[in-house]
């Protein structure tokens, strides 16, 4: 226990130390931004503004060129945020819900590309942007933070699209083709695939862990009411026609 209880304290000093090393320049930009010019320009650091000034917002504020860079600048964010959503949205329900060919080696490239370092990108991007016209233009940045934002996006909405709708297909696949009256017959895995919009090797995976999840919560709520080990065995080949301890088929 007291191994168990130092190790903690270890990895939690670490991750407080590390939390501190990442909120330390948000802290000095705010505390950077209420200084005094000559607390700014001091070679020995002020790490508390003594006193707390706020010409610097006023100065800034009071430039002829500000208030022009701000509507620039949420021309460029409403915009690029519009767009890279839409299309990532759709690019991540196609990715997230369907099989196609090629989807793998999709997934690798927008992976592989998230890796290169935007620093080698200026170049490359600049010329592509002074080959087109676009270099000093809204135009030229908005299409620079699309290509840019659309990747991640759609990676991530996959990711939240395969975490809201995983275990929620599951089930559907189990209430359909188990829970459902059926007063014809049962639906095929052809049909359920069909309406669901899973590929049919799907269904069989799907209802193979929804049935072993019924099971294993079975047992654990018969576990709790029953007394003994005995007892529980008992109960639960009654109740499942087998031994508890063995694996579903």
Sequence with gaps: MTRRLASRTLFDTIAVLVFAVMLFPIYWMVSTAL???????????VWFPSPVTFDNFRDAMNLPFFWNDVVNSLIVVLTVVAISVGL?????????????RGRTA????????????LNALVIPVYLLLNQAGQVD???????????IAVQPTMLVQAMNICFLTGKTTQFA?????DLDDHPDARPTYAQLASELAIPVTQVTNYLAFARRELRRLVLERLRALCAT???????ARELLGSDPTSRPA
């Design 35 to 45: 200084k005094p010019g000559k607390e700014i320009l001091s070679l020995t650091p």
């Design 88 to 100: 990532a949205f759709l690019a991540a329900v196609s990715v997230a819900r369907f099989g196609f």
């Design 106 to 117: 999709f997934i690798v490239m927008v992976i592989a590309v998230q890796m290169v370092p």
């Design 137 to 147: 233009s809204l135009l030229g940045v908005i299409v620079y933070y699309l290509a």
């Design 173 to 177: 696949v189990f209430q359909r083709y």
């Design 229 to 235: 080990d005995e007892e529980f065995r008992l109960e």
